[in-house]
T-cell receptor
Framework: DARVTQTPRHKVTEMGQEVTMRCQPI?????VFWYRQTMMQGLELLAY????????DSGMPKDRFSAEMPDATLATLKIQPSEPRDSAVYFC??????????FGPGTRLTVL | AQKITQTQPGMFVQEKEAVTLDCTYD???????LFWYKQPSSGEMIFLIY??????QNATEGRYSLNFQKARKSANLVISASQLGDSAMYFC?????????????FGKGTRLHILP
């Protein structure tokens, strides 16, 4: 049963520290998405890739966030430096066809 | 303007009754897709059903069906014979296909409570 995996599942860090979240998309999927979910804003698209190329990262604060896909099996989302307002659940999702998008379990980030 | 509107922040429904969760959308793109996701308290996002704008039939998946009314720009989710395990947050989402974009925009969600 193929699934999107994300690590870590939970992360608590102090303000100013670097945070790296990792995602392994489902094998064969060519699109990868990063979302952030908060109570106030709901689900926000941060960035997405098709065939490892970044297509849109307009939802991402550029000064501190960066998203990359070093290879087809790994996507990363980095925050440096982290701030308390970055506390949220970060989801990765992948898809192969236009009518599907499968989510990972999420990384719950708490920045103190 | 919001692309996806879910007007019901919360709903309470008796077990075994049918449930309709409302979703309206806004797009000028003639080609688009509509999704529904379920998010239980465990936090995962579970894909439920998809409807393409050119699909002739309403999508169905088991107890889930999508009541697609294109002229009214609505894509309501219908859950038949509700179960306690259906209690969760439900999100409607849309993908606009102009420019071969893969972005999916989500609504704010509806929290469904199934009562025993």
């Amino acid at each position: 049963d193929a699934r999107v995996t994300q690590t870590p599942r939970h992360k608590v860090t102090e303000m100013g520290q670097e945070v790296t979240m990792r995602c392994q998309p489902i094998l064969g999927h060519n699109t990868v998405f990063w979302y952030r979910q908060t109570m106030m804003q709901g689900l926000e698209l941060l960035a997405y890739f098709r065939n490892r190329a970044p297509l849109d990262d307009s939802g991402m604060p550029k000064d501190r966030f960066s998203a990359e896909m070093p290879d087809a099996t790994l996507a990363t989302l980095k925050i440096q430096p982290s701030e308390p307002r970055d506390s949220a659940v970060y989801f990765c999702a992948s898809g192969k066809n236009y009518n599907e998008q499968f989510f990972g379990p999420g990384t719950r980030l708490t920045v103190l | 303007a919001q692309k996806i509107t879910q007007t019901q922040p919360g709903m309470f429904v008796q077990e075994k009754e049918a449930v309709t969760l409302d979703c309206t959308y806004d797009t000028s793109d003639p080609s688009y897709g509509l999704f529904w996701y379920k998010q239980p308290s465990s936090g995962e996002m579970i894909f439920l059903i998809y409807q393409g704008s050119y699909d002739q039939q309403n999508a169905t998946e088991g107890r889930y069906s999508l009541n697609f009314q294109k002229a009214r720009k609505s894509a309501n989710l219908v859950i038949s014979a509700s179960q306690l395990g259906d209690s969760a947050m439900y999100f409607c989402a849309m993908r606009e296909e102009q420019g071969r974009d893969d972005k999916i925009i989500f609504g704010k969600g509806t929290r469904l409570h199934i009562l025993p």
